[in-house]
């Protein structure tokens, strides 16, 4: 009983000792750029723009949500975007995009990035959301 017990302990050992030298990820979003100015229904709107740091010790693809929300509270989500990122390195986001539907409520709207570490294609989910900016008013639909 006592040869099990010290083995199990030795077991759950080796696997903590495994799981801290694995390394972190993390990252931040350096800056960012919303689109300004006015926008048209069923155009794909550009102009969104996010700079991302890993602050992690390992290189990681991490996932970015551009999210837009309309004056009575409805949301929209572009679809996401990944970007890779060395340890210490800035990288460059180019332009997730929007398509602004035929529909949409007229008026200003709220702009938002999420930074995810991970994304489960399967079920469109993002997990592990490391950082987060907005700006109420970035646009407008017009």
């Given at each position: 009983?006592?040869?099990?017990?010290?083995?199990?302990?030795?077991?759950?050992?080796?696997?903590?000792?495994?799981?801290?030298?694995?390394?972190?990820?993390?990252a931040q979003i350096?800056?960012?750029?919303?689109?300004?100015?006015?926008?048209?229904?069923?155009?794909?709107?550009?102009?969104?723009?996010?700079?991302?740091?890993?602050?992690?010790?390992?290189?990681?693809?991490?996932?970015?949500?551009?999210?837009?929300?309309?004056?009575?509270?409805?949301?929209?989500?572009?679809?996401?975007?990944?970007?890779?990122?060395?340890?210490?390195?800035?990288?460059?986001?180019?332009?997730?995009?929007?398509?602004?539907?035929?529909?949409?409520?007229?008026?200003?709207?709220?702009?938002?990035?999420?930074?995810?570490?991970?994304?489960?294609?399967?079920?469109?989910?993002?997990?592990?959301?490391?950082?987060?900016?907005?700006?109420?008013?970035a646009f407008s639909?017009?």
């Amino acid at each position: 009983m006592k040869r099990v017990l010290i083995g199990i302990l030795l077991l759950l050992l080796c696997v903590s000792v495994d799981s801290a030298s694995a390394g972190s990820i993390s990252a931040q979003i350096d800056s960012f750029d919303f689109p300004s100015g006015d926008w048209y229904r069923g155009s794909d709107q550009g102009g969104a723009n996010v700079w991302i740091k890993n602050t992690g010790d390992i290189g990681h693809t991490f996932w970015v949500s551009y999210e837009v929300m309309d004056r009575r509270g409805k949301w929209y989500t572009a679809l996401p975007e990944s970007v890779y990122a060395e340890p210490g390195s800035d990288t460059y986001f180019v332009s997730p995009r929007w398509h602004i539907p035929d529909d949409a409520q007229l008026g200003s709207y709220q702009a938002d990035f999420y930074l995810y570490g991970y994304y489960n294609s399967r079920t469109g989910e993002l997990s592990d959301q490391l950082d987060q900016v907005d700006q109420v008013g970035a646009f407008s639909v017009v």
